[in-house]
Each structure stands twice: as C-alpha cells, then as structure tokens.
C-alpha cells in the first residue's frame, strides 16, 4: 500500500507564508513526477507545481516567483514553500504522485493524498 499525507496547511494573512509538506510511504520503488494540485470552492482542481525526478520544476502562471516545489528523494518528501500569500491562494492542496511500486517496479501509478486546507485571510 502506498499513502500520500500532506500536512503544513492552515490559516494565514494575506502577504504571510506556509510550507506545505507531502510524505509518502509504503512499498515504493521509485518516485518520478511529485505535483501539488489546489482546488478552491466552486472551482476545479488546478495544477500548481510540479517537479520531475530529476529536479525539474513547472509553475502555474498565478503562483510563479511566490511558490517554491522541491523534494527529497531519499525521503520521499515534497514540499511547497509558500510565500506572498493571497487571498486567492485559499484552497485545499493535494499532493499528486506518479511512482512505481516494488511489487510492479515497471507500471507507473497515481497516488493522490487527502490534502490539506489553506486559508488566506485579508
């Protein structure tokens, strides 16, 4: 089995900062591509950063110089750093994963996590 938990979400004036963190666990074999997604209310989930296995990183437009993804392979951890938070940044965050399992080392499967709730205050 494998779990994606994302924690680091909360309540925060706007021009304040958060860092989201997204674990995962279980029987992984290898992690490629670690996205967080957000949708707020009303709204469909959009993609807000991704980052490849080789370090790579992609932004949405609305987020790009206030955001931050990064991961840690060793731990497979990622995170998402941010920053200058707007009162349209209010959302719930998932984390998204693309990985293989050490049952099925060559099938790439996706793995969402519950997320996790920010709100950004005015």
């Known amino acids: 089995q494998v779990q994606l938990v994302e924690s680091g979400g909360g309540l925060v004036q706007a021009g304040g900062s958060l860092r989201l963190s997204c674990a995962a666990s279980?029987?992984?074999?290898?992690?490629?591509?670690m996205d967080w997604y957000r949708q707020a209310p009303g709204k469909q989930r959009e993609l807000v950063a991704l980052i490849t296995s080789g370090g790579g990183t992609n932004y949405a437009d609305s987020v790009k110089g206030r955001f931050t993804i990064s991961r840690d392979n060793g731990k497979h951890m990622a995170y998402l750093q941010m920053s200058s938070l707007k009162p349209e940044d209010t959302a719930v965050y998932y984390c998204?994963?693309?990985?293989?399992?050490?049952?099925?080392?060559?099938?790439?499967?996706?793995?969402w996590g519950q997320g996790t709730r920010v709100t950004v205050s005015s």
């Open positions: 279980g029987s992984i074999s290898s992690i490629n591509k």
């Open positions: 998204h994963a693309e990985l293989s399992t050490l049952q099925f080392p060559s099938a790439t499967y996706s793995y």
